[in-house]
């Protein structure tokens, strides 16, 4: 099975930076697209950044300017430094790709979840 495992949550003030990882691993033919969402309480989960199939990248207008996504494509990793942290930015944060574990099978792969928690 494909597994993505998250890093990098914590507790910040607001103002601060925070840098999440997300490594893909096990039966991996391809990534088609990686990035990140987040769920705060009482909400829904929503797209913060991510690589789409073409390479390109989207952000939530919410994080625009403060966020920046990144990857790793030999190490399967992905990144997400967060800079100017809110106090809305606090939320369980979530890996996704889009894995291709053979010619014929796609899996839609969610991480467990990193906690990110931003103080005021």
């Known amino acids: 099975q494909v597994q993505l495992v998250e890093s990098g949550g914590g507790l910040v003030q607001a103002g601060g930076s925070l840098r999440l990882s997300c490594a893909a691993s096990?039966?991996?033919?391809?990534?088609?697209?990686m990035g990140w969402y987040r769920q705060a309480p009482g909400k829904q989960r929503e797209l913060v950044a991510i690589?789409?199939?073409?390479?390109?990248?989207n952000y939530a207008d919410s994080v625009k300017g403060r966020f920046t996504i990144s990857r790793d494509t030999a190490k399967n990793t992905v990144y997400l430094q967060m800079n100017s942290l809110k106090p809305e930015d606090t939320a369980v944060y979530y890996c996704?790709?889009?894995?291709?574990?053979?010619?014929?099978?796609?899996?839609?792969?969610w991480g467990q979840g990193t906690q990110v928690t931003v103080s005021s």
């Open positions: 996704y790709a889009g894995v291709a574990v053979n010619s014929g099978s796609y899996s839609l792969t």
């Open positions: 690589f789409t199939r073409s390479g390109s990248t």
């Open positions: 096990g039966s991996i033919f391809s990534i088609n697209a």
